[in-house]
């Protein structure tokens, strides 16, 4: 199995920018598919992106792409998430999550196995 933990939250002003960062220990990271969802107050947890094990395909939400970067260093068994042009509605907890798995596409939270305690991300106006 896997533990992960997240890293990088805080607060900033609309249009700023907040690198997120997920440390894994335990199994070899290389093996994961990786996500990042998130969870505002009073919704469901929802996909905001994804990676493939060797980095060759990622996924995003429509309401990020062109915003959000997802990326991965197995060498290091982290997992980040670039955040620019953050909008109020970016406000959530995010949360890292892995798969022990080969699947493609990875976007559902009954996808993942593994999951991180999740870090506050705040966007304010």
């Known amino acids: 199995q896997v533990q992960l933990v997240e890293s990088g939250g805080g607060l900033v002003e609309a249009g700023g920018s907040l690198r997120l960062s997920c440390a894994a220990s335990g199994r070899t990271f290389s093996t994961y598919v990786m996500g990042w969802f998130r969870q505002a107050p009073g919704k469901e947890r929802e996909f905001v992106a994804s990676?493939?094990?060797?980095?060759?395909?990622?996924d995003y939400v429509d309401s990020v792409k062109g915003r959000f970067t997802i990326s991965r260093d197995n060498a290091k068994s982290t997992l980040h998430l670039q955040m620019n042009s953050l909008k109020p509605e970016d406000t959530a907890v995010y949360y890292c999550?892995?798969?022990?798995?080969?699947?493609?596409?990875?976007?559902?939270?009954?996808?993942?196995?593994?999951w991180g305690q999740g870090t506050q991300v705040t966007v304010s106006s």
């Open positions: 999550a892995a798969r022990w798995s080969s699947s493609w596409p990875l976007t559902k939270t009954y996808d993942y196995n593994y």
């Open positions: 990676i493939s094990r060797n980095s060759g395909m990622t």
